[in-house]
């Protein structure tokens, strides 16, 4: 009697852990955004770093 209860008890939790998360997708995204983000900035400071930089050398010479 065992037995059965323990295959119905695994087949259960393998229906509830193969459904996709609504969640878990929205984490995903919203991570990717703000490495988006994140790359977007530091190329901006990037920018502003090497303007700045050859300002300085300008006004250096």
């Known amino acids: ?9 695994a087949a259960g939790l393998f229906t509830f852990a193969s459904c996709d998360s609504n969640t878990e997708n929205r984490t995903e995204e ?5 490495g988006e983000d994140m790359e977007e900035g ?12 050859e ?3 300008e006004g250096v010479e």
């Open 1 to 9: 009697m065992k037995k059965p209860i323990y295959m119905l008890l």
């Open 30 to 34: 919203a991570t990717e955004e703000v």
């Open 55 to 57: 300002e300085v050398e």
């Open 42 to 53: 530091a190329e901006d400071m990037e920018e502003g770093i090497e303007e700045g930089a």
